[in-house]
């Protein structure tokens, strides 16, 4: 997939939806013993990546060392589901402090009272953080309203071939 095409999908109305909206991510990658890893994780959006942010010595930082290929998958619990699915590469980076995306992605899932808060213990707590930002290099979105999964619009154009 082209860069272009993947900033054509990354701005339809659904993507945004759940770029931006109050929910996590569901993370993935290869755990150094070689086996899957998934965990919900809070990201930022700065339009063309994914930036999430991680504690120096994590498991996943460790992973991620060793084999940078992600996926993340980004959904709604409503029906019908809408989902957007990214691949890509993990680019590491040792940061001081607490990056303001950091920030900007914890407003995304509290109040603003809860917020002030939790802003305040993390920076109490981090003297640094390691920046994972992911640059996707394939992207699909499945609003099962006009885009099923391939399979699905498949098994639905083979059953009204059969009449």
């Known amino acids: 997939m082209n860069q272009h095409e993947i900033a054509e999908i ?44 991680t504690v120096p010595k994590s498991a996943k930082v ?22 957007l699915l990214i691949r890509g590469t993990a680019e590491l980076k040792l940061e001081q402090g607490v990056p303001e995306q950091y920030i900007l992605a914890g407003r995304k899932v509290m109040t603003a009272e809860q917020h002030v808060g ?23 979105l499945i609003d099962f309203e006009t885009n099923l999964p391939k399979d699905v619009q498949d098994l639905i154009d083979a059953k009204q071939a059969q009449g």
């Open 118 to 140: 939790w802003t305040q213990g993390v920076k109490d707590l981090y003297d640094e953080m390691v920046r994972i930002t992911v640059t996707p290099d394939w992207v699909k």
């Open 10 to 53: 990354l701005a339809k109305p659904y993507a945004q939806e759940l770029l931006f909206a109050p929910a996590p991510a569901r993370f993935s990658y290869v755990a150094l013993d070689g086996g899957p890893r998934v965990v919900p994780i809070g990201f930022h959006f700065d339009g063309e990546r994914l930036q999430i942010f």
């Open 62 to 83: 460790k992973a991620l060392h060793h084999n940078p290929r992600v996926a993340l998958t980004l959904d709604t619990n409503g029906f019908p589901p809408k989902v």
